[in-house]
């Protein structure tokens, strides 16, 4: 009896070893990171989606950004745009705030988020934010657009001149075939 109560307390320990090893074991974690987004073309567009290089006073746009990311991504990794002044960004100019990004074959890989820089139409300008899912995972050189509306910014904005504006990715990396130096529109 005392020999069956030994070999009893020996399996169970081997058990409780086991077990405590194989629980004990964490998986490693990749930290979320940001990467380094391009920005491959930009373009404002009226409401039928046709570019465009003047617009009215007070009148709205779609704003109309393509990215790209050429490392491999992991669900939590993000990268932001920064948006310029002369765009008016508040709550009620700019519809919807969050949104869901599609990748080149139409699956919801992130969410963007668009953060206004001021809270009135007076401050202009403000960071978008992009944040990839689960979806994102294991892609390489994933692409895709994004595309809000907003209107410019009156107060940086006067009527009849040009205004120059320029779009800033992570690492403050922009295609320059995308938006020439030249790149202006017209307030009317």
């Known amino acids: 009896m005392k020999q069956i109560k ?11 070893c086991l077990l405590l090893a194989i629980f004990s074991y964490q998986v490693p974690v ?7 987004a391009h920005l491959t073309a930009v373009q404002l567009r009226d409401p039928s989606g046709v570019a465009m290089t003047e617009q009215t006073k007070g009148g ?24 310029p002044p002369e765009l008016d960004l508040t709550t009620q100019d700019t519809h919807p705030l969050t949104f869901a990004l599609k990748d080149e074959d139409e699956n919801e890989i992130a969410e963007a988020t668009i953060t ?11 960071n ?17 657009n994004i595309h809000f509306q ?7 904005c006067r009527s009849t ?20 130096r030249s790149k202006s529109f017209r307030i009317l």
Not at 62 to 82: A, K, R, Y
């Open 116 to 126: 206004p820089e001021a809270p009135t139409s007076s401050g202009g300008g403000g």
């Open 60 to 83: 709205y746009f779609q704003v109309h950004l393509e990215w790209n990311v050429p490392s491999t991504l992991h669900q939590g990794d993000f990268f932001h745009i920064t948006v």
């Open 150 to 156: 907003a209107k410019f910014n009156e107060t940086r």
């Open 30 to 36: 990749l930290a979320a990171v940001e990467v380094d």
């Open 6 to 16: 030994r070999v009893l307390k020996a399996v169970c320990s081997i058990w409780l």
């Open 128 to 144: 978008l934010k992009v944040v990839f899912n689960s979806a994102a995972e294991g892609k390489t050189n994933a692409s895709g």
């Open 161 to 180: 001149r040009r205004i120059p504006f320029r779009f800033w990715s992570t690492e403050g990396r922009i295609a320059r075939r995308a938006i020439p």
